[in-house]
């Protein structure tokens, strides 16, 4: 039996969002992406968070699987707050011109139906309901983007079948150190993986697209998602995605991910333009203290380097408040004998012990 997804007890909010690590593989973890094949997927990638109004913060596409780090928007109140114009442009991204341009004179007539002000809204309603359930979703985000990516691999390819592993698993994120920690640890996924030396040269990832921008793109779209990411936890709403405030988010990153670097003994790596510059060192960090996120950064540094289960399998992960929260949210799922819900990080996750916890009590080296 499968066991029911994750979901941020809040997901129904008026005003909170919420924030999830989206992981799936390739079906016998087979090596099956190539470089077309992961700049098409980043194109869906972008054409769901266009279309759906969530929004990725961090990413990475590795040849057998991904990570994607989405925040899903409040549901109930963002949607009411979507313009006819905004709901038309977001059908633009997955939809023909001749097909939102029928949408649009439907939700036209609705709207001046008799020649009333403000026309039939009950009959405008039905008209965005047929699209409006596929947007602010976590599982309509990733069912879209999963599907159509299949749809376009198994006929570029001549294949038939599943391209994917079962579903894809998700873990509620809490914004702030939860979230900068979990894009960090996305984006030292090819690190991890022996590709590479330096996370600012992988073409395909959200720090790789932010400092070398995307084939199409300047790299935008990923400088704000990775804002968002780094300073979750004193922003909110659309205002935490500007790429404006890219320069202070980056030295904060810069010097997380230089930390994690140079835990295998790396030289720090500057360009010529400065975009990759990880030139802090440790007692530079130290000194910084901006936000009082230095010293835990600087203990779970050496983690971002190694496989952390917890990020994947965690159920939840954050602050032992926020993962007692959704312990109490979701009680009967659980045993009547377990009296909380915060469990302590251990093996490859020890260094957050006490900073970050889990939902799940893992067994070390499984």
């Known amino acids: 039996m499968r066991r029911a997804r994750w979901i941020t007890p809040w997901a129904e909010s008026l005003e909170k969002a919420s924030i999830y690590h989206c992981i799936s593989r390739v079906v016998d973890g087979r090596f099956a992406f190539g470089a077309e094949e992961k700049e098409h997927f980043r194109m869906l990638m972008r054409m769901m968070e266009n279309f759906t109004g969530c929004r990725v913060l961090s990413y990475c596409l590795m040849c057998n699987h991904f990570h994607i780090l989405l925040e899903v928007p409040p549901r109930a109140a963002g949607l009411e707050d979507v313009s006819d114009e905004v709901f038309l442009r977001r059908l633009s991204s997955l939809y023909s011109e001749a097909f939102v341009g029928d949408i649009a004179a439907l939700l036209h007539d609705a709207r001046h139906e008799g020649g009333l002000e403000g026309g039939n809204p009950e009959r405008a309603l039905e008209i965005r309901e047929r699209f409006d359930y596929r947007m602010h979703d976590l599982g309509e985000f990733m069912k879209g983007l999963l599907q159509r990516f299949t749809q376009w691999f198994n006929g570029r390819h001549r294949r038939k079948g599943r391209l994917w592993e079962d579903r894809f698993k998700s873990?509620?994120?809490?914004?702030?150190?939860?979230?900068?920690?979990?894009?960090?640890?996305?984006?030292?996924n090819p690190v991890r993986a022996g590709m590479i030396e330096d996370p600012a040269d992988y073409r395909w990832s959200s720090y790789g697209e932010a400092v070398g921008g995307g084939r199409k793109g300047n790299g935008k779209k990923a400088r704000e998602g990775l804002v968002r990411a780094i300073t979750s936890d004193r922003s909110c709403g659309e205002s935490g995605f500007d790429a404006s405030q890219w320069k202070e988010a980056s030295r904060r990153y810069r010097r997380l991910l230089g930390m994690a670097l140079e835990r295998k003994g790396l030289s720090a790596?500057?360009?010529?333009?400065?975009?990759?510059?990880?030139?802090?060192?440790?007692?530079?960090?130290?000194?910084?203290?901006?936000?009082?996120?230095?010293?835990?950064?600087?203990?779970?540094?050496?983690?971002?380097?190694?496989?952390?289960?917890?990020?994947?399998?965690?159920?939840?992960?954050?602050?032992?408040?926020?993962?007692?929260?959704?312990?109490?949210?979701?009680?009967?799922?659980?045993?009547?004998?377990?009296?909380?819900?915060?469990?302590?990080?251990r093996g490859s996750g020890k260094a957050a012990a006490g900073t970050l916890w889990s939902l799940r009590d893992l067994r070390v080296g499984v």
């Open 171 to 188: 873990v509620i994120v809490e914004s702030g150190t939860a979230a900068r920690t979990m894009a960090a640890y996305i984006d030292l």
């Open 269 to 345: 790596k500057v360009t010529t333009s400065g975009k990759a510059q990880m030139a802090k060192n440790d007692a530079e960090a130290m000194e910084s203290g901006d936000n009082q996120t230095v010293l835990p950064d600087l203990r779970m540094a050496g983690m971002l380097r190694r496989r952390v289960r917890y990020f994947s399998d965690g159920a939840v992960i954050g602050s032992k408040e926020f993962v007692d929260q959704a312990f109490t949210k979701s009680r009967e799922r659980f045993p009547g004998n377990r009296k909380d819900g915060a469990r302590r990080m």
